[in-house]
């Protein structure tokens, strides 16, 4: 639209404004300001903070794995089991309990978990249990202090920790602990390996049952394996030492076939 005005008339319109105090240029079109607009904006939601992004629990059997596979000798695995934080067991017990014996043994015997006289001494079967498998290897010549590999035996536990109140140690820890227990064997490499009762024969061959296991071959880590009752039950039950009597003449037998 063109204007009407012409300039001499607009430029004095426009000084007579700035004379009022206008100071700022209209716009092009006029507005209404008492219109209501359409559409009255909300205000946004403010956005609640977005939870940290944790990252996944690490697994504790794998964590177990890697540093089990990482080691080269028994003293790597002595450590690295001692540096493994994921096991609860570990901050009630004293001492870490791995092993006791020669470890070029051809025998390594795998227990249950240590009790309250090998959690205090740091050493696998040194309490009543103990003293009694000392007793029964003896009668078959054979003992953990013999120093050739041929007469000694190696001995270690499913779980290097004392379970409080020596309860039975929980499926998760066996599982937990278990890559450490397979390294040990493959460090070792005895020619048998025997389970001493109901647990080791549940952690290492996932069966139990050991009045029927017992005596029987059976095959773990690649070795022939014979379950025989815990000297603890023979404690308990005396009239059960002529099984592991057998067992012991079967274990001599078999070593024998297999030198
Ligand atoms: N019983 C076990 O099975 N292991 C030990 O070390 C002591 C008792």
């Given at each position: 639209m063109e204007s009407a005005l012409d300039y001499h008339t607009a430029f004095a319109l426009l000084d007579?404004?700035?004379d009022l105090g206008a100071t700022e240029a209209m716009l092009d079109a006029p507005l209404n300001r008492y219109e209501i607009p359409e559409k009255v904006e909300t205000p946004k939601p403010v956005a609640a903070p977005e939870a940290p992004v944790t990252a996944p629990k690490a697994d504790p059997v794998e964590i177990a794995r890697k540093a089990a596979a990482a080691c080269k000798d028994l003293d790597g695995l002595q450590q690295a089991m001692a540096a493994f934080e994921h096991c609860a067991l570990k901050r009630g017990a004293r001492n870490l309990v791995f092993a006791d014996g020669n470890p070029a043994a051809r025998v390594m015997i795998i227990g249950e978990a240590p009790g309250r006289d090998e959690d205090r001494?740091?050493?696998?079967?040194v309490g009543r249990a103990g003293q009694l498998l000392d007793r029964m290897f003896d009668a078959i010549d054979m003992g953990r202090a013999a120093p050739l590999s041929a007469q000694s035996i190696y001995i270690t536990n499913v779980l290097p920790w004392r379970p409080p109140q020596n309860r039975d140690p929980k499926p998760e820890e066996i599982e937990m602990l278990k890559p450490f227990l397979q390294r040990?064997?493959?460090?070792?490499?005895?020619?048998?390996i025997i389970l001493m009762g109901n647990i080791s024969c549940q952690a290492v061959l996932g069966r139990k049952g050991i009045t029927r296991?017992?005596?029987n071959w059976q095959e773990s880590f690649g070795k022939?394996?014979?379950?025989?009752?815990?000297?603890?039950?023979?404690?308990?039950?005396?009239?059960?030492?002529?099984?592991a009597w057998a067992d012991l003449l079967s274990l001599q037998a078999k070593l024998r076939d297999l030198a």
């Open positions: 007579w404004q700035v001494i740091g050493k696998p079967f040990h064997v493959e460090i070792v490499a005895p020619d048998v296991l017992r005596g022939p394996t014979l379950p025989m009752f815990h000297p603890a039950y023979l404690l308990r039950q005396p009239h059960a030492k002529r099984e």
